[in-house]
């Protein structure tokens, strides 16, 4: 049973338009969410993350925006740049009984193509 | 960069031998953990650590076990490897949650 979900495999937009990823979630212990951005062949990079106590964080081109009644974020990247081209995984983690310390949960991911 | 070196960047082997696969991060982070990427699935926690001698199971750590004698090192054993542990494994380490975790570039293992 995934607990964090990225419904859409892959992603086309054309260069300077806006990109907006989108993930769900279903654990209401999540409290912490995070993007990552990951190149072929490397590690994942962290890129913006946002507590539950807030709505929104905006980083430069980079917004991440939490409904916490939807149990749903996306995070918007504008404008889009053929160098974000890369694959984008949702994470989240909270306070949960049974573990010895915080996890964090990824989602399957989303291939992001930035079109020049 | 948490300066994490993951080794060996790629190994091939056999069903039924044993491999292990080492992080090592020079940060002095508490936590570490050992993750697998495989399509369609994301990132999945195997094992991770918060000490010395401390560590616990993740979502999928069965045919897998972890040791950490030192802070910086991290290692993962697959004791019979098996070819459904064919992956791309990262350790991630971490001093505090909320800034997030650092990667190591991955080891790309196929079992035949």
């Known amino acids: 049973d995934q607990q964090v979900k990225q419904n859409s495999p892959s992603l086309s937009v054309q260069e300077g338009r806006i990109s907006i990823l989108n993930c769900d979630y279903t654990?209401?212990?999540?409290?912490?969410f995070l993007w990552y951005k990951k190149y072929p062949a490397e590690g994942p990079t962290f890129l913006i993350s946002?507590?539950?106590?807030?709505d929104k964080n905006e980083d430069g081109r980079f917004t991440v925006f939490l409904n916490k009644s939807a149990k749903h974020l996306s995070l918007h990247i504008v404008p889009s740049q053929p160098g974000d081209s890369a694959v984008y995984f949702c994470?989240?983690?909270?306070?949960?009984?049974?573990?010895?310390?915080?996890?964090?949960?990824f989602g399957s991911g989303t291939q992001l193509t930035v079109l020049p | 960069d948490a300066g994490i070196t993951q080794s060996p960047r790629h190994k091939v082997t056999e069903t039924g031998t044993p491999v292990t696969l080492r992080c090592h991060q020079t940060?002095?982070?508490?936590?570490m953990y050992w993750y697998r990427q495989d399509p369609g699935h994301g990132l999945r926690l195997i094992h991770y650590s918060y000490g010395v001698k401390d560590t616990d199971k993740g979502e999928v750590s069965d045919g897998y076990s972890v040791s950490r004698s030192k802070t910086e090192d991290f290692l993962l054993t697959l004791e019979s490897a098996t070819s459904s542990q064919t992956s791309v494994y990262f350790c991630?380490?971490?001093?505090?949650?909320?800034?997030?975790?650092?990667f190591g570039s991955g080891t790309r293992l196929t079992v035949v």
């Open positions: 654990n209401s212990m999540f409290d912490y």
């Open positions: 946002i507590s539950s106590i807030k």
């Open positions: 940060e002095n982070h508490r936590y």
């Open positions: 994470a989240a983690s909270g306070k949960q009984s049974g573990v010895s310390a915080r996890q964090l949960t």
């Open positions: 991630a380490a971490t001093r505090r949650h909320e800034n997030g975790y650092t």
